[in-house]
């Protein structure tokens, strides 16, 4: 709908059948002024609530008003959200008739006035899932014109030399008609209650309005006509992919293709022809046979210059409820305006956004001819990928990260991902997606960056920061399905009530018609579809070679089969959980597609499934000569949570070998976005039993979380951190965004899971807090021998048992017993002392790695006494990294990196150590050094090292280095 500004991201217990219904309703008055006190009746056995999931008879009214124009939506109803309405809108049930009213004056209610005419629609308080009614729409006033013939904004379709039949009438006393095309007066009637026109041999598209004038009011009713432009067939020229085609010799050029099946013409409208084509803007069809590519190349265009275009894409014998005409933009947008969300964007976020153009009502695509490529570093053009075992990633939501909810925000706060020793940053969904303030699953150009956060430039700036120290960015994708603005929706789709939205038709080449899995949002892919494959990679292809993105977290896995429709056998929730071969299949395709672009690409996958189905994507080409395998998220959240409540739990599931995976491919977590926060659980439901040690207290809580992170960070494998465990983020999930707590997840009224959050860490400082900053600096030193240290590369040993007490055995078999080959941790989240376990693995030397300490084993089997919240993590041998802060010195730069011969440190030295991948160390420079010193690394073998720097004042830095 396009009065919706949808927030829906995926959330597995929402729904997205058909579900409109046509409501039988009455006005009364029939007719009213702006100020008259209206009543809406709906007849209750019109509407079947319970194919809504509503309880108590709550239906809603959802509201939207017009202009006295009839062009600009206007007022601010007390609609409430979408998925939230507000009860001020809510129907009074009348069980004696089996009616709902709703009474109200539409000058308060829309909170507007000078109103032409009210739409409104009946919904559930939720009305995810479609579950509303067809939009109705009367007029406001006692003067009221109805346009018989054709429909008030339709599109009908003629053969040149057609006449087409105009009929209106009006109520209150005679007015004055005046009948224009394509802005030019064709017919008036000054004084008539009922108007009729033939306007005959047609023979070029034509916008009509006809003016209907009474005292000092005036109405207009717009409807057009569009030619079948009877189609040329010329072969497409060869190279030319879906979409715009920029012509690299001639930035006067570009040539559009749309692939569009069972479509008998397209033109194109934009603003290089005032948004009102000829047939010189009729698309060619490819001759080619069996082809349905339209293409036309465009000429005359400015480089530089941005425009904009929609397609007007015509069916002549459409299937019932399908529109014969639909405008809409290109499928392959890279940039899209959009009447609903660009007004609400920050200027000081998007400067010098492109003007959505006057007159259009849904998005349109940019062109722009002669674009400069982004200037690229050569961090980012020779950037190598962290080890998917060493990756330490940090989802991040946008919107969520920072007040001001931009990528200069991010980009502002660089040091924070440095200091905390992150190699990876996963943003959440960025396509652009319905509404601003959402999660960004409900993508609707998938191709297309949404303008929310800023413009191109402004998230390439923050990736090529990110490449420049060391930190990879990877994209969460929603490619399981769109939502309704999606143009592959709209050109097939069921659009009963003619607003130009709907459902996908039976002849969709994209979609189905009904989702064939059980966790369906928004519209379902259709991925066996040779078409929709195509798509999905083209999105692939785009985020990797124009954003120069290092990985996909591909959401929702488990809904990329067409094997379990609503009526599978053992029910579709079963068949969606068991093993699908067909999504095995198409899912190893996708990543070897992103795998033939750049050899080194993470795929991740939302599976979250059976670890049969899994183990043959984690095991999937691992030993290619550049090892692959897809990494999957391991949702450990219940698990971690028990233990930092104070309660028993195993996490024996937090290993790759655990779920039968050959290699360290299982991304674990203890949190990520979509679970509820361990600290507010902490603070709900933590053991009170102990006084001296109350988990419900907020620095109690915190002391437990940087044993949580080291029996869960250091385990080996890639791990993942959500946005502000680090520093002991105990909101709720279900945060409203005025700091309330509204968890009604269970009930059809919603809940404040997507609300935006406030944002206390910045407000507050909590990295001056020394209870929080404490878990920072903790995690950071753990990921920083994780990703520094080759044990934990090695394979890790957690009992099956449920226990409060941890144990961790850690060993890197391909290292000597001179290295850092093996490790123990262990940790107390009993809310008492313990004497706890350990089990070393042999006698001798060891040291505590989080400070150095050595500590002598004499019995491998001896306890340990551990505080409540307290751990240690133990090594054969000291890490070569020992010191706690590394990145102290600041503005430190190498080049050239990668290097043959020599490399140069923008610094004086006393000191610079050459460390292997392993942590071995290769090379020794201890004289000091001059500043633009060359440090001489011809004898090395071709690599990453890592190169640890000391300064007079005995400062240590610690950077990566690529030795061809």
Same mark, same amino acid.
């Given at each position: 709908?396009?009065?919706?500004?949808?927030?829906?991201?995926?959330?597995?217990?929402?729904?997205?059948?058909?579900?409109?219904?046509?409501?039988?309703?009455?006005?009364?008055?029939?007719?009213?002024?702006?100020?008259?006190?209206?009543?809406?009746?709906?007849?209750?056995?019109?509407?079947?609530?319970?194919?809504?999931?509503?309880?108590?008879?709550?239906?809603?009214?959802?509201?939207?008003?017009?202009?006295?124009?009839?062009?600009?939506?206007?007022?601010?109803?007390?609609?409430?959200?979408?998925?939230?309405?507000?009860?001020?809108?809510?129907?009074?049930?009348?069980?004696?008739?089996?009616?709902?009213?709703?009474?109200?004056?539409?000058?308060?209610?829309?909170?507007?006035?000078?109103?032409?005419?009210?739409?409104?629609?009946?919904?559930?308080?939720?009305?995810?899932?479609?579950?509303?009614?067809?939009?109705?729409?009367?007029?406001?006033?006692?003067?009221?014109?109805?346009?018989?013939?054709?429909?008030?904004?339709?599109?009908?379709?003629?053969?040149?030399?057609?006449?087409?039949?105009?009929?209106?009438?009006?109520?209150?006393?005679?007015?004055?008609?005046?009948?224009?095309?394509?802005?030019?007066?064709?017919?008036?009637?000054?004084?008539?209650?009922?108007?009729?026109?033939?306007?005959?041999?047609?023979?070029?598209?034509?916008?009509?309005?006809?003016?209907?004038?009474?005292?000092?009011?005036?109405?207009?009713?717009?409807?057009?006509?569009?030619?079948?432009?009877?189609?040329?067939?010329?072969?497409?020229?060869?190279?030319?992919?879906?979409?715009?085609?920029?012509?690299?010799?001639?930035?006067?050029?570009?040539?559009?293709?749309?692939?569009?099946?069972?479509?008998?013409?397209?033109?194109?409208?934009?603003?290089?022809? =005032?948004?009102?084509?000829?047939?010189?803007?009729?698309?060619?069809?490819?001759?080619?046979?069996?082809?349905?590519?339209?293409?036309?190349?465009?000429?005359?265009?400015?480089?530089?210059?941005?425009?904009?275009?929609?397609?007007?894409?015509?069916?002549?014998?459409?299937?019932?409820?399908?529109?014969?005409?639909?405008?809409?933009?290109?499928?392959?947008?890279?940039?899209?305006?959009?009447?609903?969300?660009?007004?609400?964007?920050?200027?000081?976020?998007?400067?010098?956004?492109?003007?959505?153009?006057?007159?259009?009502?849904?998005?349109?695509?940019?062109?722009?001819?002669?674009?400069?490529?982004?200037?690229?570093?050569?961090?980012?053009?020779?950037?190598?990928?962290?080890?998917?075992?060493?990756?330490?990633?940090?989802?991040?939501?946008?919107?969520?990260?920072?007040?001001?909810?931009?990528?200069?925000?991010?980009?502002?706060?660089?040091?924070?991902?440095?200091?905390?020793?992150?190699?990876?940053?996963?943003?959440?969904?960025?396509?652009? !997606?319905?509404?601003?303030?959402?999660?960004?699953?409900?993508?609707?150009?998938?191709?297309?960056?949404?303008?929310?956060?800023?413009?191109?430039?402004?998230?390439?700036? &923050?990736?090529?920061? %990110?490449?420049?120290?060391?930190?990879?960015?990877?994209?969460?994708?929603?490619?399981?399905?769109?939502?309704?603005?999606?143009?592959?929706?709209?050109?097939?789709?069921?659009?009963?009530?003619?607003?130009?939205?709907?459902?996908?038709?039976?002849?969709?080449?994209?979609?189905?018609?009904?989702?064939?899995?059980?966790?369906?949002?928004?519209?379902?892919?259709?991925?066996?579809?040779?078409?929709?494959?195509?798509?999905?990679?083209?999105?692939?292809?785009?985020?990797?070679?124009?954003?120069?993105?290092?990985?996909?977290?591909?959401?929702?896995?488990?809904?990329?089969?067409?094997?379990?429709?609503?009526?599978?056998?053992?029910?579709?929730?079963?068949?969606?959980?068991?093993?699908?071969?067909?999504?095995?299949?198409?899912?190893?395709?996708?990543?070897?597609?992103?795998?033939?672009?750049?050899?080194?690409?993470?795929?991740?996958?939302?599976?979250?499934?059976?670890?049969?189905?899994?183990?043959?994507?984690?095991?999937?080409?691992?030993?290619?000569?550049?090892?692959?395998?897809?990494?999957?998220?391991? +949702?450990?959240?219940?698990?971690?949570?028990?233990?930092?409540?104070?309660?028993?739990?195993?996490?024996?599931?937090?290993?790759?070998?655990?779920?039968? !995976?050959?290699?360290?491919?299982?991304?674990?977590?203890?949190?990520?976005?979509?679970?509820?926060?361990?600290?507010?659980?902490?603070?709900?439901?933590?053991?009170?039993?102990?006084?001296?040690?109350?988990?419900?207290?907020?620095?109690?809580? &915190?002391?437990?979380?940087?044993?949580?992170?080291?029996?869960?960070?250091?385990?080996?494998?890639?791990?993942?951190?959500?946005?502000?465990?680090?520093?002991?983020?105990?909101?709720?999930?279900?945060? %409203?965004?005025?700091?309330?707590?509204?968890?009604?997840?269970?009930?059809?009224?919603?809940? %404040?899971?997507?609300?935006?959050?406030?944002?206390?860490?910045?407000?507050?400082?909590?990295?001056?807090?020394?209870?929080?900053?404490?878990?920072?600096?903790?995690?950071?030193?753990?990921?920083?021998?994780?990703?520094?240290?080759?044990?934990?590369?090695?394979?890790?040993?957690?009992?099956?048992?449920?226990? @409060?007490?941890?144990?961790?055995?850690?060993?890197?078999?391909? @290292?000597?017993?001179?290295?850092?080959?093996?490790?123990?941790?262990?940790? +107390?989240?009993?809310?008492?002392?313990?004497?706890?376990?350990?089990?070393?693995?042999?006698?001798?030397?060891?040291?505590?790695?989080?400070?150095?300490?050595?500590?002598?084993?004499?019995?491998?089997?001896?306890?340990?006494?551990?505080?409540?919240?307290?751990?240690?993590?133990?090594?054969?041998?000291?890490?070569?990294?020992?010191?706690?802060?590394?990145?102290?010195?600041?503005?430190?730069?190498?080049?050239? =990196?990668?290097?043959?011969?020599?490399?140069? @440190?923008?610094?004086?030295?006393?000191?610079?150590?050459?460390?292997?991948?392993?942590?071995?160390?290769?090379?020794?420079?201890?004289?000091?050094?001059?500043?633009?010193?060359?440090?001489?690394?011809?004898?090395?073998?071709?690599?990453?090292?890592?190169?640890?720097?000391?300064?007079?004042?005995?400062?240590?830095?610690?950077?990566? !280095?690529?030795?061809?």
């Amino acid at each position: 709908m396009k009065k919706l500004i949808l927030l829906i991201p995926f959330v597995i217990s929402l729904l997205c059948t058909a579900q409109q219904q046509t409501a039988t309703y009455l006005i009364s008055p029939t007719s009213f002024e702006e100020t008259t006190s209206i009543t809406i009746t709906i007849n209750g056995s019109s509407i079947n609530e319970s194919t809504w999931g509503v309880n108590g008879n709550a239906l809603y009214l959802w509201a939207w008003a017009f202009d006295l124009d009839d062009t600009t939506q206007k007022g601010t109803p007390l609609n409430g959200s979408w998925t939230t309405s507000d009860e001020a809108s809510r129907f009074t049930y009348n069980s004696g008739n089996d009616t709902y009213t709703k009474t109200f004056v539409p000058s308060t209610y829309y909170n507007t006035t000078n109103i032409g005419k009210i739409g409104f629609l009946i919904k559930a308080k939720d009305g995810t899932g479609d579950k509303k009614s067809q939009d109705i729409l009367a007029e406001v006033g006692a003067f009221q014109v109805n346009l018989t013939s054709p429909a008030e904004n339709s599109a009908t379709i003629l053969t040149s030399g057609s006449n087409l039949s105009i009929a209106a009438t009006n109520t209150n006393g005679v007015a004055s008609y005046n009948l224009k095309s394509n802005g030019t007066s064709i017919n008036t009637n000054p004084s008539t209650s009922s108007f009729s026109f033939t306007h005959t041999n047609i023979i070029s598209n034509q916008n009509y309005e006809l003016e209907v004038t009474q005292g000092a009011t005036t109405v207009t009713k717009k409807f057009t006509v569009v030619i079948n432009p009877n189609t040329i067939s010329e072969t497409i020229p060869a190279g030319l992919v879906d979409g715009i085609n920029y012509n690299p010799n001639d930035a006067t050029k570009a040539t559009l293709v749309l692939d569009a099946p069972l479509k008998d013409f397209v033109y194109i409208a934009g603003s290089f022809n =005032n948004w009102q084509p000829d047939n010189s803007y009729a698309m060619k069809k490819d001759a080619t046979s069996g082809s349905t590519k339209f293409w036309l190349e465009l000429t005359g265009l400015t480089s530089g210059k941005s425009e904009s275009y929609l397609y007007w894409v015509g069916e002549m014998t459409p299937i019932a409820n399908s529109p014969a005409l639909v405008k809409t933009a290109d499928p392959y947008s890279t940039l899209v305006l959009s009447p609903y969300d660009d007004q609400y964007i920050p200027t000081t976020t998007y400067p010098n956004m492109p003007v959505y153009p006057a007159g259009q009502d849904k998005e349109v695509t940019v062109l722009q001819t002669g674009q400069t490529p982004y200037a690229w570093s050569a961090a980012s053009t020779n950037f190598v990928k962290p080890e998917k075992d060493k990756l330490v990633v940090y989802e991040v939501l946008v919107r969520d990260f920072d007040a001001n909810k931009n990528y200069q925000s991010i980009i502002d706060r660089i040091d924070y991902f440095k200091n905390l020793k992150i190699n990876a940053i996963e943003l959440m969904p960025v396509m652009e !997606f319905e509404g601003n303030e959402s999660w960004g699953y409900n993508t609707s150009f998938h191709m297309a960056l949404d303008k929310f956060y800023g413009p191109s430039t402004k998230l390439k700036e &923050l990736i090529d920061l %990110c490449h420049q120290n060391g930190i990879a960015v990877i994209l969460d994708v929603a490619l399981n399905h769109a939502f309704g603005r999606n143009p592959m929706i709209r050109m097939w789709m069921n659009d009963p009530d003619g607003d130009g939205y709907g459902n996908p038709t039976a002849e969709n080449p994209y979609f189905n018609t009904a989702a064939m899995h059980s966790y369906s949002v928004g519209e379902d892919l259709n991925h066996q579809q040779p078409r929709t494959q195509n798509y999905v990679k083209r999105v692939v292809k785009q985020w990797i070679e124009e954003y120069k993105i290092d990985g996909f977290r591909w959401d929702l896995t488990k809904g990329f089969t067409q094997n379990c429709p609503s009526n599978a056998a053992g029910g579709q929730d079963a068949c969606t959980g068991n093993y699908q071969q067909d999504r095995v299949d198409v899912l190893k395709a996708y990543a070897d597609y992103s795998w033939s672009l750049d050899a080194t690409h993470y795929a991740i996958f939302e599976h979250l499934g059976g670890n049969t189905e899994e183990q043959q994507w984690a095991n999937y080409r691992i030993n290619d000569p550049i090892s692959k395998g897809v990494m999957m998220w391991g +949702n450990m959240n219940s698990n971690y949570n028990e233990l930092s409540m104070g309660y028993t739990a195993n996490i024996s599931g937090m290993t790759s070998q655990s779920r039968g !995976f050959t290699a360290n491919r299982l991304m674990g977590y203890a949190e990520s976005h979509d679970e509820e926060r361990l600290m507010y659980k902490n603070s709900q439901f933590g053991n009170a039993t102990n006084v001296a040690h109350n988990v419900k207290t907020l620095n109690v809580a &915190l002391s437990r979380m940087s044993a949580i992170g080291a029996v869960s960070l250091l385990v080996p494998g890639p791990k993942m951190i959500w946005h502000f465990g680090e520093l002991g983020w105990n909101s709720s999930i279900y945060t %409203c965004t005025d700091g309330s707590v509204n968890d009604n997840s269970a009930t059809i009224a919603g809940d %404040c899971k997507l609300s935006t959050k406030p944002q206390p860490q910045w407000a507050n400082n909590w990295l001056a807090d020394n209870n929080r900053n404490k878990i920072y600096y903790d995690w950071a030193r753990m990921i920083g021998l994780k990703t520094t240290e080759a044990v934990f590369s090695g394979v890790a040993t957690i009992p099956n048992t449920s226990s @409060l007490t941890p144990n961790i055995k850690i060993t890197n078999s391909t @290292l000597t017993s001179t290295d850092l080959k093996d490790v123990l941790i262990i940790a +107390n989240l009993d809310v008492t002392a313990k004497n706890v376990a350990t089990g070393f693995q042999y006698t001798g030397s060891w040291y505590n790695l989080m400070d150095n300490t050595p500590y002598t084993v004499t019995d491998v089997n001896a306890t340990i006494s551990l505080q409540p919240g307290e751990f240690r993590v133990y090594g054969n041998k000291a890490t070569t990294l020992a010191t706690t802060d590394f990145d102290v010195l600041n503005d430190i730069y190498i080049y050239p =990196n990668p290097a043959s011969n020599y490399f140069i @440190l923008n610094t004086t030295t006393t000191k610079v150590q050459i460390y292997a991948i392993s942590g071995q160390l290769v090379k020794t420079f201890d004289k000091s050094q001059v500043k633009e010193y060359q440090y001489n690394v011809s004898n090395l073998e071709s690599g990453m090292y890592f190169v640890k720097i000391y300064n007079d004042e005995n400062k240590v830095k610690v950077m990566k !280095f690529i030795k061809q």
